[in-house]
């Protein structure tokens, strides 16, 4: 099953108890508000679903697993309300990888940016190469990686996180990534990569159903109170995102992308 987005898709495919849920946009498979729900619309569908034993995440191409916020819908924001609605659409995707009952493992074949590293935060375990290097870019973009926050905090520590969110314009290499809990492994190739997913998607979709439902509540303990944090963080960024600084940044940039 293909959703089609404008210049982009979210795919899903079952198998043996395996559902594969891709999503794909030409711009280094960054996020508009239309993929981002139509990707936490998928994942959600996909939780419902008892003949679903773990879910896998990825996303199209080679290079890029996710350059987060698609500038093109960024600069388009003209209002607070605007800006709070699309930034909410990272919060829903969040919030139902949180809630789904399986198991998601996430697929990270190349770099992750500001809402890519939350994604990547946001599933059960991340298996990446060693070309997936890391940078939450928001505050040079003048807002700050609010939505995506918890659940990076949650996984690498408030020292890693502050590290990355002060220091906006600096990769990390996927080995600091799995070194601070990030990535669960990397391998130094795609194929590497796809093996070990198989093998791990294989072993859960043979698990107890019941149990790895019991084990992630346990897991996601404290986070119960997402639904509103993730939504209050999501109005900050929509202030922020209409400030000097950031119109600034925005124009900027997309100048720069122009042939």
């Given at each position: 099953m293909v959703?089609?987005?404008?210049?982009?898709?979210?795919?899903?495919?079952r198998e043996h108890g395996i559902a594969t849920i891709e999503f794909f946009h030409p711009q280094g498979n960054s996020l508009p508000g239309q993929?981002?729900?139509?990707?936490?619309?998928?994942?959600?569908?996909?939780?419902?679903n008892k003949e679903n034993k773990v879910i896998v995440l990825r996303s199209g191409g080679e290079k890029i697993f996710c350059s987060g916020a698609s500038f093109d819908e960024l600069a388009a924001i003209g209002s607070q309300e605007q800006g709070n609605h699309f930034f909410s659409g990272f919060a829903e995707v969040i919030n139902a990888m949180r809630k789904?009952?399986?198991?998601?493992?996430?697929?990270?074949?190349?770099k992750c940016i500001g809402g890519g590293v939350?994604?990547?935060?946001?599933?059960?375990?991340a298996i990446a190469t060693d070309g997936a290097d890391i940078k939450l870019s928001e505050l040079a973009v003048g807002i700050g990686p609010f939505v995506v926050g918890p659940a990076v905090q949650r996984k690498i520590g408030l020292a890693a996180f502050?590290?990355?969110?002060i220091d906006a314009g600096t990769w990390r290499h996927a080995d600091w990534a799995r070194r601070k809990g990030l990535f669960s492994e990397i391998h130094s190739s795609t194929e590497l990569m796809d093996d070990a997913i198989i093998?791990?998607?294989?072993?859960?979709?043979?698990?107890?159903?019941?149990?790895?439902?019991?084990?992630?509540?346990?897991?996601?303990?404290?986070?119960?109170?997402?639904?509103?944090l993730l939504t209050e963080r999501a109005a900050i960024s929509g202030r922020l995102i209409l400030g000097d600084h950031s119109r600034q940044f925005i124009a900027s940039f997309k100048a720069k992308q122009k042939p």
């Amino acid at each position: 099953m293909v959703e089609e987005i404008k210049q982009g898709h979210v795919k899903v495919e079952r198998e043996h108890g395996i559902a594969t849920i891709e999503f794909f946009h030409p711009q280094g498979n960054s996020l508009p508000g239309q993929l981002l729900r139509a990707l936490a619309k998928h994942i959600h569908s996909e939780g419902l679903n008892k003949e679903n034993k773990v879910i896998v995440l990825r996303s199209g191409g080679e290079k890029i697993f996710c350059s987060g916020a698609s500038f093109d819908e960024l600069a388009a924001i003209g209002s607070q309300e605007q800006g709070n609605h699309f930034f909410s659409g990272f919060a829903e995707v969040i919030n139902a990888m949180r809630k789904t009952p399986q198991f998601i493992i996430a697929r990270i074949q190349g770099k992750c940016i500001g809402g890519g590293v939350g994604l990547a935060a946001a599933a059960d375990y991340a298996i990446a190469t060693d070309g997936a290097d890391i940078k939450l870019s928001e505050l040079a973009v003048g807002i700050g990686p609010f939505v995506v926050g918890p659940a990076v905090q949650r996984k690498i520590g408030l020292a890693a996180f502050s590290e990355m969110t002060i220091d906006a314009g600096t990769w990390r290499h996927a080995d600091w990534a799995r070194r601070k809990g990030l990535f669960s492994e990397i391998h130094s190739s795609t194929e590497l990569m796809d093996d070990a997913i198989i093998r791990l998607a294989n072993t859960l979709s043979h698990s107890s159903p019941e149990a790895m439902y019991e084990i992630k509540k346990m897991l996601w303990q404290g986070t119960e109170h997402w639904d509103q944090l993730l939504t209050e963080r999501a109005a900050i960024s929509g202030r922020l995102i209409l400030g000097d600084h950031s119109r600034q940044f925005i124009a900027s940039f997309k100048a720069k992308q122009k042939p």
